[in-house]
């Protein structure tokens, strides 16, 4: 497989730069396969060891595509764990905020009312 860059699977510049002051500089492989299809609209189904890149797999993606204009919720991302769930959240706040795109989680455990006030806002 090519060493391909984020800019050259179609990330834009601004979330490339957001990656690399994380010191995120080179997608992983799992990343250089789904990363063209799913910029695309395409649908992409990967499974891939913990560790091995899939969260960004799907958030880039959903960052980039989102539509911030269109008030209606864009993106639902589905997952097992409250701590799951609260990762991913951190994994995408800095890339959406690079784009102006608004996240939020909800999960049980803790009161409902301040994560319903800032999922009715979310992209």
Known sequence: MSERSFEELGVSAPVVATLASRSIHHPFPIQKLALPDALAGVDI??????????????????????????????????????????????ELEPL?????????????????????????KAH
């Open 96 to 120: 959406a905020r690079t784009k102006g795109v608004l996240v939020a989680a909800a999960y049980g455990g803790v009161p409902l009312h301040a994560q319903s006030k800032r999922a009715k």
């Open 45 to 90: 189904l990967v499974r891939s060891p913990t560790g091995s890149g899939k969260t960004l797999a799907f958030a880039l993606p959903i960052v980039e595509r989102i539509d911030k204009s269109d008030p209606r919720p864009s993106a639902l991302v589905l997952v097992p764990t409250r701590e799951l769930a609260a990762q991913v959240t951190a």
